[in-house]
């Protein structure tokens, strides 16, 4: 066996092992899988980029689903997964569609998401 062969070999098995752990990882903290985290974000930045609010309004996942965000992202387990960073661009992307929503209170080069609620969010704005 050479030895390009071995490294890609240790890579792989080391994908595995980031991809597992960080799948039970996120699970065990939201109740949720990643996929579903992510398609749960996107669907509620599309209710307000749709001026859906009453959408908003009335589901309670909608805050709770970027609090969920929050924990994944500052899981200390998950600081080096290579999922997590995969999630996290993910994630930067999607914020910046539901920045223009925001309160301009708040300050989104910092934690934002650690304390969401839904009067963060500026409906009448859009």
């Given at each position: 066996?050479?030895?390009?062969?071995?490294?890609?070999?240790?890579?792989?098995?080391?994908?595995?092992?980031?991809?597992?752990?960080?799948?039970?990882?996120?699970?065990?903290?939201?109740?949720?899988?990643?996929?579903?985290?992510?398609?749960?974000?996107?669907?509620?930045?599309?209710?307000?980029?749709?001026?859906?609010?009453?959408?908003?309004?009335?589901?309670?996942?909608?805050?709770?689903?970027?609090?969920?965000?929050?924990?994944?992202?500052?899981?200390?387990?998950?600081?080096?997964?290579?999922?997590?960073?995969?999630?996290?661009s993910n994630i930067s992307i999607?914020?910046?569609?539901?920045?223009?929503?925001?309160?301009?209170?708040?300050?989104i080069t910092k934690n934002w998401?650690?304390?969401?609620?839904?009067?963060?969010?500026?409906?009448?704005?859009?």
């Open positions: 066996m050479g030895r390009g062969r071995l490294c890609i070999e240790i890579s792989i098995m080391g994908y595995w092992e980031d991809y597992s752990f960080f799948i039970s990882k996120v699970e065990e903290l939201t109740g949720l899988s990643p996929s579903d985290i992510l398609e749960r974000y996107k669907i509620l930045i599309e209710e307000l980029e749709e001026n859906d609010v009453l959408e908003w309004l009335y589901e309670d996942y909608d805050e709770f689903t970027i609090l969920k965000i929050n924990k994944i992202l500052v899981e200390p387990s998950l600081r080096f997964n290579a999922l997590k960073q995969e999630f996290e999607l914020d910046k569609r539901i920045f223009p929503y925001l309160n301009p209170s708040i300050d998401k650690a304390d969401f609620k839904i009067g963060h969010i500026e409906f009448e704005k859009h």
